[in-house]
């Protein structure tokens, strides 16, 4: 079984640009989760979807959203860019509730 | 809101030695609790993870052991080696928040020959 796969791997982006990253997760995997990895910060949940429906939002401002489309690969927009959303971008797919979340790569976004 | 404190931030030990990490979770209704590795440049992964209905897991040097009442769970690395050196994250998710798996903040651990 194929991995969660994320890309692209590395991106540098100008503030007040936009920026899409995508997700694809395990293949039967419904729930797609995102989350932000900068240092001392943990792992810091954006949102979660499941069957195309977002289904938990975290602490972050609009600029961050995200969708999932039927075939379960997942989406997440940053726009207007700023230098502070450089991080580590991880997505995290599972079967279902309160099982085992395996993650992708992540992104790694450069805002300069 | 539902939080989870992870302490300490970094731990240093000597090989051989033990380690212990401790986390703290805020929502009472939680009832999973995975604990996920991250070593350099790498992807987090789970290493052992518990269920609210067990005290104590073990899989060979690891074991999680969970307080309910405390709402505390821990993890312990017994007989520590080198490549124990990473990154370790708890986290906890609740039924009632539609198992949102929320992370602590990490712990650096560092095995010196």
């Known amino acids: 079984k194929a991995g969660v796969t994320q890309t692209p791997r590395y991106l540098i982006k100008t503030r007040g640009q936009q920026v899409t990253l995508s997700c694809s997760p395990i293949s039967g995997h419904r729930s797609v989760s995102w989350y932000q990895q900068t240092p001392g910060q943990g792992l810091q949940f954006l949102f979660e979807?499941?069957?195309?429906?977002?289904?938990n939002k975290g602490n972050f401002p609009g600029r961050f959203s995200g969708r999932q489309f039927s075939n379960s690969r997942s989406e997440m927009n940053v726009s207007t860019l700023e230098l502070g959303d450089s991080a580590l971008y991880l997505c995290?797919?599972?079967?279902?509730?309160?099982?085992?979340?395996?993650f992708g790569q992540g992104t790694r976004l450069t805002v300069v | 809101g539902e939080n989870v404190e992870q302490h300490p931030s970094t731990l240093s030990v000597q090989e051989g030695d033990s380690a212990v990490i401790k986390c703290t979770y805020s929502d009472s209704a939680s009832n999973y609790f995975p604990w996920y590795k991250q070593e350099l440049g790498k992807r987090p992964q789970l290493i052992i993870d518990?269920?609210?209905?067990?005290g104590e897991k073990k899989d060979q040097r690891i074991a999680v052991t969970l307080n309910k009442t405390a709402k505390h769970f821990s993890l312990h690395i017994t007989e520590t080696q080198p490549e124990d050196s990473a990154v370790y994250f708890c986290a906890a998710s609740s039924p009632y928040n539609t198992d949102k798996l929320i992370f602590g903040t990490g712990t650096r651990l560092q095995v010196f020959p």
């Open positions: 979807y499941f069957s195309e429906t977002q289904r």
């Open positions: 995290a797919s599972r079967d279902r509730g309160n099982t085992e979340a395996f």
């Open positions: 518990i269920r609210s209905n067990v």
